[in-house]
């Protein structure tokens, strides 16, 4: 076996597992460098196993300390144990008891999988396969148990021990030691087990669920910020009254508890009663966060909160599912967001961001269905497509079936699969089962990779008054077409045609279900403009053959507000691909009317279609020889004409928009949307009188009250060279030297100054002292930032910019190949770039490829990346 192409585990391989464990109770002897963990495990044979099977427990470099079966000595020739596996040659035919000893180093586990430490907290991370590097275990999710645990710690060094489940008994052991024992007896697989020690600062408050049960919340920090996890508290609360409301479901434990701590692979993990957290989804002031980490916080809290059902309640029968928990509890998350916020500004987000990240995934070399068939890793795995596509999956079956339906089949799944690990097929089968629907072909979703096209002829015949819609549907790959759900409408001159009649349309709503389909709409007296794929009704490309003025007339129309937004962004996106001075003054023009009409009724929203089209979706449109540099300049000075043409306007937004003094900043959608609005204006003025920008950017530096205006008005300067740059980035630094998470921006946004300038200051930023390796949030602001965000600096034509990227991964690769891996993924899009650029980025590929002991992370990344077309 090669080692640059791991073995694959496949979905069709699944088979139940030989043994359950019913029980496990834990006794953890929390140390820097050598924590003890005495598992005892209640195993039996699965009737649904082999029978006679040996006994495999998974572990992921442990060291075997003792061993016992039923309290007795296990002989020499009974087992074998290595780091990676405890094997019972012939254990026993019956339930039995197995006391398995091991020592862990959390201080040296620089992975972030399984119990590490972070500025000293302990905390542990086990999804997907973390729990093997803290004991020897079935680690799989089809095998559920209840836990026990007890965390003893030196009190100095660990005042406050947490565990899943709800707190049993607490108290002193000898002079300076101390013990908490937990209890969870919600079954669970290991993925979801975790642990907390020590010195942190809490803010709590109790909820009361439907059920009557009275919660204590807390949020831990690290001590003396706890003023800024008030948000996140906040958050919490709001997330469980929002789940009784809009899926019946309540919470189940009399403790839920968020910790935050500093590194961290991911945003945040929903381990059983007790939330683990990247803090930079928690930690939230004024001064310190941004409207869009407030954003964040809520979303994200309120995602693991979700979790509880969709993912601990109900888990994943196997890692293959990842989507059941993922897709379901994004769209749950999503949901949350839009009716704390405005629901269609939020929509655009969702999808600006599913186009950002996995519409390039689906069209590249990492492309893999929501549900995929095989992993060589399954770290890599939690995706975009995964996460994303996969929630946009549960928003066409709620488009398709209705939402009462919807709602329906919730309860029916929750129901049937209560304390189950289950699978796809068990959700599809809830929604079946209350409509009376066959879904096989909508479950086509699910297996098909690759970005569906959709795409839309339009004829109108005047004197019958009729109007004809050809839609059809492409998708390379064998297996059928899709069902896509396609909410549409006809827009004339002065609005939606209501008159308009379309037998084929339910609520709006036409299924393609076929090949192709023809749509005729009776009645229609003008000739209209169509509105298609209304609020992004299903996750495809759509091919509509518009002119700019039928577009316009979307944008100022449309009773869609997604519609209206895209409508500009495809006018937009137009001229980035190919300039055009005319129409570029026609677009302003409607802009200019758009801005008069109603920019200040809804901030939010213009803001979002007052911003272009970013880079990377202009490079995704191309169908291959991306050259950035000229993505760059065309989106560039599209923006400079637009911020000269609407100067007027731009400048009376900015007037209106300006904050009373002395008003005290609130971070809800309302307050947010303003601000967002008047910083899009300040940089547009900017772009289209850089000079003048320069100055009033200085300014609202002085001014800004909060860190969203701060943050904004740095990034406006930060693309206009010069001193006041420079200077305005130094002060920034200084006046944050001690905020980790603001400096996090401050790299974040210097990495991505699209100037050939930018690769020395990286440099210079990584012996920064508040730069570290170690800390992943680091990586990803300075290096990750870079490589996903600078896209003319990273695809340099000298491949400056890739040996930057690949030089980190290849330097952090054996501590943390997670983050890595990750890091890597940003060569995606490597083969669609202009040959020149594509030959460098394959050279720095093969380069990496070379590095001896590649972790199984990064090997299965690269191997996909150079192989895949
Ligand atoms: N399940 C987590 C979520 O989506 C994410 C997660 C998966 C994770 N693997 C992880 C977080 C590893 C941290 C580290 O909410
Ligand atoms: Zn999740």
Redesign the pocket.
């Known amino acids: 076996m090669r080692t640059e192409t791991p073995p694959l585990i496949r979905l069709e391989d699944y088979r139940p597992s030989d043994f359950l464990i019913d029980r496990v109770d834990l006794d953890i002897r929390l140390d820097p460098h050598a924590t003890r963990v005495t598992a005892t495990l209640a195993l039996r044979p699965n009737p649904a196993g082999e029978p006679g099977a040996a006994l495999h427990l998974d572990g992921d470099d442990l060291a075997l300390v003792a061993l016992d079966l039923d309290g007795e000595p296990l002989a020499p020739e009974a087992y074998a144990a290595s780091p990676a596996r405890l094997t019972l040659h012939a254990p026993p035919r019956r339930p039995f008891v197995l006391r398995v000893a091991t020592q862990v180093d959390p201080t040296a586990n620089t992975k ?2 399984g119990l590490y430490r972070t500025e000293g907290v302990y905390c542990t ?1 086990c ?2 396969d ?1 729990f093997r590097r803290i004991t020897y275990f079935l680690d799989r999710p089809d095998v559920m148990a209840v836990y026990t645990t007890r965390i003893e710690a030196a009190r100095d060094e660990a005042p406050v021990l947490l565990g899943n489940g709800n707190p049993v008994e607490a108290g002193p052991v000898g002079a300076d030691r101390h013990y908490a024992l937990w209890h969870d007896p919600h079954p669970k697989p290991a993925y979801l087990f975790a642990i907390v020690g020590g010195r942190l600062g809490k803010v709590e408050t109790t909820f009361t669920t439907m059920e009557g049960r009275t919660v204590a919340c807390a949020v831990y920090v690290e001590p003396g910020k706890e003023a800024r996890a008030a948000y996140a508290l906040d958050a919490v609360v709001r997330s469980m009254a929002w789940d009784e409301t809009a899926f019946g479901r309540a919470y189940d434990l009399d403790v839920f508890s968020v910790v935050a701590v500093s590194a ?7 381990n059983k009663g007790l939330n683990i957290f990247n803090d930079k989804y928690v930690l939230a002031s004024p001064e310190t966060a941004t409207d869009a980490d407030y954003a964040a916080i809520e979303a ?1 809290i309120a ?2 909160y979700f ?1 509880n059902w969709s ?1 601990n309640r109900v888990t994943c029968r196997d890692w293959f599912q990842l989507c059941l ?2 897709g379901l ?1 994004v769209f749950r998350d999503q949901e949350f967001s839009s009716d704390m916020r405005s629901r269609p500004v939020h929509r655009i987000a969702e999808v600006r961001g599913l186009r950002a990240r996995q519409f390039p995934e689906d069209a590249g070399p990492l492309r893999h269905p929501v549900r995929p068939t095989a992993y060589a890793e399954i ?1 890599n795995f ?1 995706t975009a497509t995964v ?1 994303d596509k996969g929630a946009e999956i549960v928003r066409m079956l709620r488009t398709l079936i209705g939402a009462p339906a919807f709602r329906v089949g919730m309860d029916r799944y929750f129901a049937d699969n209560d304390g189950r690990a289950a699978t796809v097929e068990d959700f599809l089968a809830a929604f079946a089962a209350v409509t009376g629907r066959d879904l096989a072909q909508f479950a086509r979703w699910y297996e098909r990779p690759g970005t569906p096209r959709l795409t839309a002829r339009m004829t109108y015949d005047a004197a019958a008054a009729r109007c004809t819609l050809r839609l059809s549907q492409s998708l390379p790959g064998a297996g059928g077409p899709l069902v896509i759900p396609v909410a549409l409408g006809l827009v004339g001159e002065a609005g939606p045609l209501t008159g308009a009649a379309c037998p084929a349309l339910s609520d709006g709503v036409a299924v393609l279900d076929r090949a192709e389909t023809e749509l005729v709409f009776e009645g229609v007296t003008e000739r209209p403009v169509p509105s298609l794929l209304r609020d992004f009704s299903a996750p495809v490309r759509l091919d509509l053959d518009l002119t700019d003025a039928e577009r316009l007339r979307l944008l100022a129309r449309d009773a869609d507000p997604f519609n209206r937004w895209q409508a500009a962004q495809d006018v937009a996106l137009r001229l980035i691909l190919d300039p055009d001075a005319a129409r570029a003054t026609a677009f302003g023009a409607a802009l200019k009317a758009f801005l008069d009409g109603e920019a200040l009724r809804d901030p939010a929203f213009a803001a979002l279609v007052l911003a272009l089209p970013s880079e990377g979706e202009a490079a995704d449109a191309l169908p291959a020889e991306v050259d950035p540099d000229a993505i760059h300049r065309a989106r560039w000075d599209l923006r400079a004409a637009l911020g000269r043409q609407l100067r007027g306007r731009l400048e009376r937004i900015d007037a209106a928009l300006a904050p009373e003094a002395g008003a005290p900043y609130s971070p809800d959608a309302a307050a947010a949307g303003r601000r967002s609005l008047r910083n899009a204006a300040l940089d547009l003025i900017a772009a289209g009188d850089p000079e003048a920008g320069a100055a009033r950017a200085a300014e609202r530096l002085a001014e800004a009250t909060n860190m969203t205006d701060r943050l904004a008005a740095l990034g406006t300067l930060s693309l206009i060279p010069g001193a006041a740059r420079e200077a305005a980035l130094d002060a920034f630094a200084a006046r944050y030297a001690d905020e980790p998470l603001v400096l996090d921006k401050w790299f974040a946004l210097q990495a991505t100054i699209p100037e050939p300038g930018t690769l020395e200051r990286i440099a210079r930023l990584q012996r920064h002292p508040a730069f570290a390796m170690t800390n992943p949030n680091r990586v990803r602001a300075l290096v990750g930032s870079f490589a996903f965000g600078n896209p003319t600096q990273f695809a340099r034509a000298d491949g400056a910019g890739f040996a930057l990227v690949g030089d980190t991964v290849a330097a952090l690769d054996s501590a943390n190949p ?1 983050v890595a891996a990750r890091l890597l993924t940003a060569f995606g899009s490597w083969r669609r770039l202009e040959k020149s650029r594509a030959a460098k980025a394959a050279e720095i590929l093969n380069r990496i490829k070379a590095i001896p002991g590649l972790s199984r992370d990064v090997a299965d990344i690269l191997g996909r990346t150079l192989e895949g077309g």
């Open positions: 972030l999988m991370q999804e997907a973390g961290f692979n991911m945003g945040a993990m929903e994200i995602h693991e979790h993912g928990k993922e509890t770290n939690y996460y997670q």
